[in-house]
T-cell receptor, first 115, second 115 residues
């Protein structure tokens, strides 16, 4: 079974630009979560999608957005990039359908550098 | 919201020794406590988890204990091996009906096992 696939793995952008990151969950998983990982703030929850609906959202500005498609693939977008957005963006999928939390399967991440 | 504190931030042990990492959480409603291991260049991977109706759980060389009254939980690794070297994260789920797969992570512990 293929794992969680994130693209691109690495990218460099300049301040003010926008970026779109893609995540393909494990086949059959309908929940996709996004986390931001930085040395200073650690792992922080961005948002979670389940069946194309945003189920939860973390404490990030509106520049961070996401969506999920009918095949469970997800994208996140960051507009008007700032230097502080440089981070590893991790996507995780889960098979749990209900409100109960379960094992998250993480991808290897997309490393974004903002210059 | 939930706040998770993790100690120590770095831990160096000799191969064969035991390692203990401790976490405290703030939200008494939290009911799910996973531990993730992150190796260099990879996404975090679940190694063990515990729910609030259980005080201890063991899986081979790894065990987790939970003290709900004190709101802390710990990871115990016995007979450490060089391949245990990685960054370990504890996490908690807020436990409300809409928690979904939203986790609050601790700051991480870099474990180094010296051969």
């Amino acid at each position: 079974k293929a794992g969680v696939t994130q693209t691109p793995r690495y990218l460099i952008k300049t301040r003010g630009q926008q970026v779109t990151l893609s995540c393909s969950p494990i086949s059959g998983h309908r929940s996709v979560s996004w986390y931001q990982q930085t040395p200073g703030q650690g792992l922080q929850f961005l948002f979670e999608y389940f069946s194309e609906t945003q189920r939860n959202k973390g404490n990030f500005p509106g520049r961070f957005s996401g969506r999920q498609f009918s095949n469970s693939r997800s994208e996140m977008n960051v507009s008007t990039l700032e230097l502080g957005d440089s981070a590893l963006y991790l996507c995780a999928s889960s098979s749990l359908a209900g409100a109960s939390t379960g094992e998250l399967f993480f991808g290897e991440g997309s490393r974004l550098t903002v210059l | 919201g939930e706040n998770v504190e993790q100690h120590p931030s770095t831990l160096s042990v000799q191969e064969g020794d035991s390692a203990v990492i401790k976490c405290t959480y703030s939200d008494s409603a939290s009911n799910y406590f996973p531990w993730y291991k992150q190796e260099l260049g990879k996404g975090p991977q679940l190694i063990i988890d515990i729910r609030s109706n259980v005080g201890e759980k063991k899986d081979q060389r790894i065990a987790v204990t939970l003290n709900k009254t004190a709101k802390h939980f710990s990871l115990h690794i016995t007979e450490t091996q060089p391949e245990d070297s990685a960054v370990y994260f504890c996490a908690a789920s807020s436990g409300n009906n809409n928690a979904g797969n939203m986790l609050t992570f601790g700051g991480g512990t870099r474990l180094m096992v010296k051969p």
